[in-house]
């Protein structure tokens, strides 16, 4: 049996999520909002580029599979951070060629993207499953909570200090800002990962004895496994929903508000801010012995809040100047972040909870689900944002319609989530099976 995760061990994985934040938050929505703002191109474009980087990622299965078999993940997750940062400077790079020559910048941008879903999708998995694998099952909550908040402080750090530093606004500091992101990235995630597992040649002698199945029977055992699809379903709809605003939210407040590029990359931060306090939220309550119940009531409650903060954000496409834009995408935020904690504690939960050692495969198959649905859901809204404005007066209306459908989504996601979470899986908030450890309440992912 393995040494299992410490702490202080949970803690340095929670820095490589946080190096994952801060570059994929200025992938997907500062150059984004720079496509279509500063570059006047249609939303499609980055929703596409985005689409395709969340499409690669339907790979994860394979990649958890390869971390699984071979014994080690930190060489996956460094190669991964690794691979991530080259493409977030190329999507840099690329934006600013947008300008000169767009044909030349959607290569080099489809290429980038590629290696951006490939990154994500080799260290993101591999560093969940190392968690479900290594950290003890009382702690798995926690590990969950403390390893996503830190993802959340990489959004909004980032966000805050680049939004600071692009005023005044230019493609090159653009690219010099993305650049010292992703290369700080990678520094932290080699310090972070540091002796963290042991050597290749103890790993390869206590792996003898382990059986190693094929990819498709690996596949196959955890799809049979009903908690497993049925969580799966609930991850893709949620998600989708989760998502729909993600490419249409700066250029919204960019066209409504008359907000920069500086402006619309902080109103992220406080998006991202309100991701953060949601989760810490939902942990505080239950470290504090309120009760408020189970992860599956919080999953339900946060899909049902994200819904009425959605309706909100439509409310501001009445063109009132004195709506409360912050403190709306705030609530968004805040209910998105109690939402997705609740989901990540019941998912670490159940990645390790099945009949046979299969970590990487279940994280991974969770982890597509996910990633295909971000895809979708991105691509949707900024198609549908496009479209509706060929057809309706004005350019709020469509973005306030995608806003509508996507409460819809979310009420049907919290319809989902009553049957895939069930009381099993579903520890209670007041401290029923995570004592001892600072955010009990969490126990699910």
Not at 142 to 154: F, R
Not at 322 to 346: E, H, M, Q, Y
Request: proline share 3%.
């Amino acid at each position: 049996m393995r040494d299992r995760l410490g702490w202080l061990g949970i803690v340095r994985l929670g820095l490589v999520q946080t190096a994952l934040g801060s570059i994929v938050v200025l992938t997907t929505s500062t150059m984004n909002r720079v496509m279509v703002v500063e570059l006047a191109l249609p939303a499609i474009l980055p929703g596409a580029l985005v689409a395709f980087h969340y499409a690669l990622q339907f790979l994860r299965p394979r990649w958890g599979y390869g971390s699984d078999v071979g014994g080690r993940r930190t060489p996956w997750i460094m190669g991964g951070v690794a691979t991530l940062a080259i493409g977030g400077t190329g999507a840099a790079v690329a934006t600013a060629l947008m300008a000169e020559s767009l044909t030349a910048g959607l290569v080099l941008a489809t290429v980038s993207f590629a290696l951006i879903g490939i990154g994500v999708g080799a260290a993101g998995t591999s560093l969940l499953a190392f968690l479900a694998n290594r950290v003890a099952e009382d702690r798995r909550g926690a590990a969950a909570t403390i390893v996503w908040l830190m993802m959340i402080a990489g959004f909004v750090v980032t966000t805050i200090v680049a939004g600071h530093f692009l005023d005044p606004f230019s493609l090159s500091r653009l690219v010099a800002i993305t650049a010292a992101v992703s290369a700080l990235a990678v520094l932290v995630t080699a310090l972070a990962l540091w002796n963290i597992e042991e050597p290749a040649a103890s790993v390869a002698k206590d792996s003898k004895a382990v059986a190693r199945p094929s990819f498709r029977e690996a596949l196959a055992e955890v799809w049979n496994e009903a908690r497993a699809r049925r969580f799966t379903i609930f991850v893709f709809v949620s998600m989708l929903a989760y998502s729909m605003q993600d490419l249409i939210l700066e250029p919204f407040a960019g066209i409504m508000f008359g907000l920069t590029p500086g402006e619309t990359t902080k109103l992220a931060g406080v998006q991202h801010g309100g991701v953060f306090s949601g989760m810490a939220l939902v942990a505080l309550t239950g470290s504090a012995g309120l009760g408020l119940g189970s992860l599956r009531t919080w999953t339900i409650g946060g899909c049902l809040a994200s819904a009425v903060a959605l309706l909100g954000l439509a409310a501001a496409g009445t063109g009132s100047p004195d709506f409360p834009l912050r403190a709306t995408v705030f609530a968004l935020g805040l209910a998105n972040g109690a939402f997705a904690v609740a989901a990540i504690g019941s998912m670490m939960q159940l990645a390790g909870s099945g009949a046979k050692s299969r970590e990487g495969v279940r994280m991974g198959l969770w982890g597509a689900a996910q990633a295909v649905a971000f895809g979708m859901g991105g691509f949707l809204g900024a198609l549908g944002a496009d479209v509706l404005r060929q057809v309706v007066e004005t350019p709020v209306t469509a973005y306030t319609t995608v806003f509508l459908v996507e409460a819809l989504l979310f009420l049907v996601a919290a319809r989902l989530a009553a049957g895939a979470i069930d009381n099993e899986a579903a520890v209670a908030v007041d401290g029923g099976t995570v004592p001892d450890h600072p955010f009990p309440e969490l126990g699910r992912r």
